[in-house]
Structure formats: C-alpha cells, structure tokens
C-alpha cells in the first residue's frame, strides 16, 4: 500500500495519516482507533501486528490470516468508553469483505482494555 493511498479503515484519511503510524508503533489514542487499525492489518495482511496489539492474556500463539478474503468496508455500529481517560472500552462493528463464495460480512462486539503500559489492546470480542 501507498502511503498516500485512502486507508482501509474508513475514516477518510490517507493511510500516512491515520492507521499508518499505528502500524509502525504509534499507540492508538482510543479503543475505536485501535479496532480501525486492526481492520486495516487484516484488509493488509498484517498478522504481526494483529498479535502485537492482542492482550498477552487472550493473544492465540499463531494467527493465520484467510488470504481468500479481501476485506473491503469497516462499519462501526457502537462505541463504548474507550476514551483517552477510560481503562476498558468496547466497539461493536460490522467489517465486509469478499471471498471466493461472494459477500462475507462478521459482525463483532470487540472489548478492549490499556496493558500495563497503557496502550490499548484488543482483549477478545462477540461475534454477533
């Protein structure tokens, strides 16, 4: 991907912008920018930091990405705290995507949490 490229979370910024710094280890100000930038590594196939940014507590050993999906469009439906003075937040969200069947669409209720550092981390999630 370009940096100059629309980034795939949605908001609307390049992606030098927004999930870009992120991606090379910028903390995410909210759980809701957090739940962006990890659309955007599953759109990017970018598993490392799909693990980097999973609490240590819940984090699977290994993570295949399912490289016959081209994850398109992220919608979030309801944020929960989450803020920059919360210590847990949630982000209810709808990602769509295409596969080899045609539309694919995951509805999650996603929990988040700041690790001893502070930084926020994806803890697990609902699948709705």
């Given at each position: 991907?370009n940096?100059?490229?629309?980034?795939?979370?949605?908001?609307?910024?390049?992606y030098?912008?927004?999930?870009g710094?992120?991606?090379a280890?910028?903390?995410?100000?909210?759980?809701?920018?957090?739940?962006?930038?990890?659309?955007?590594?599953?759109a990017?196939?970018?598993?490392?930091?799909?693990?980097?940014?999973?609490?240590a507590?819940?984090?699977?050993?290994?993570?295949?990405?399912?490289?016959?999906?081209?994850w398109?469009?992220?919608?979030?439906?309801?944020?929960?705290?989450?803020?920059?003075?919360?210590?847990?937040?949630?982000?209810?969200?709808?990602?769509?995507?295409?596969?080899?069947?045609?539309?694919?669409?995951?509805?999650?209720?996603?929990?988040?949490?700041r690790?001893?550092?502070?930084?926020?981390v994806?803890?697990?999630?609902?699948?709705e």
């Amino acid at each position: 991907m370009n940096d100059q490229d629309p980034c795939p979370c949605g908001r609307g910024a390049v992606y030098a912008e927004c999930c870009g710094p992120l991606h090379a280890g910028d903390p995410a100000p909210t759980a809701e920018r957090l739940m962006r930038s990890r659309f955007s590594a599953f759109a990017l196939g970018d598993g490392a930091y799909l693990l980097a940014s999973w609490a240590a507590e819940t984090r699977p050993a290994q993570l295949d990405l399912d490289d016959g999906v081209e994850w398109r469009r992220l919608l979030i439906r309801d944020v929960t705290a989450g803020g920059p003075a919360d210590r847990t937040g949630r982000v209810a969200f709808t990602a769509v995507g295409r596969g080899p069947e045609g539309r694919v669409e995951l509805r999650e209720r996603s929990r988040f949490a700041r690790d001893e550092a502070g930084r926020w981390v994806y803890v697990d999630g609902d699948i709705e």
